[in-house]
């Protein structure tokens, strides 16, 4: 069965009712559930406006779960970055791993050389993928695809 990796990045909306935080926690929370279930792994950033992220597994798996998110109401302006064969899964130890360290993010686009503030759409698929990988590795350390990072 193909493996495929699906990169995207969009913009959040602020939530209507309870935090962001909150908001995080749930997304987090079906996103384990259900990618555990349909084998999928990645990696999920989330920066103030935007999210980024990094969906891995057989191709069929990959659309259903891709499709659910896109019509996720409480992020809009979804941008496909990526959508491509891959010989192995450079997230296997994520089931969705998840980083939104403000200094974190700071620190890695300060060293990618781009002027300005952060914005996904100066960055190549590959950028976003390394930007991402380096994030969760740094956040969540390799071990855990259900801890929950965010207070
Ligand atoms: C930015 C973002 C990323 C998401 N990532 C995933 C994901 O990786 N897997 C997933 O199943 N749901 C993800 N979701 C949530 C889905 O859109 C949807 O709410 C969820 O799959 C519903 O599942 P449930 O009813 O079983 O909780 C994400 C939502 C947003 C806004």
Do not use: C
Not at 30 to 55: D, E, M, P, W
Not at 73 to 96: N, Y
Not at 100 to 123: C, H, V
Request: aromatic share 10%.
């Amino acid at each position: 069965m193909p493996l495929t990796r699906l990169v995207y990045f969009s913009t959040s909306k602020r939530p209507t009712d309870g935090s962001v935080a909150v908001q995080l926690k749930q997304i987090l929370a079906s996103s384990i559930k259900n990618n555990v279930h349909f084998a999928v792994t990645g990696g999920l950033v989330f920066n103030r406006n935007y999210f980024l992220q990094v969906l891995e597994g057989g191709r069929s798996n990959v659309t259903k779960v891709f499709s659910t998110i896109s019509v996720d109401l409480r992020h809009d302006q979804i941008e496909l970055v990526e959508v491509k064969d891959v010989r192995e899964r450079l997230f296997a130890a994520w089931s969705m791993g998840f980083a939104s360290t403000p200094e974190l993010i700071k620190e890695l686009w300060a060293k990618m050389d781009i002027q300005g503030e952060f914005n996904p759409k100066l960055l190549t698929g590959d950028q976003i993928v390394k930007l991402i990988f380096e994030l969760v590795k740094k956040e969540e350390g390799f071990a855990s695809s259900r801890k929950f990072s965010i207070a």
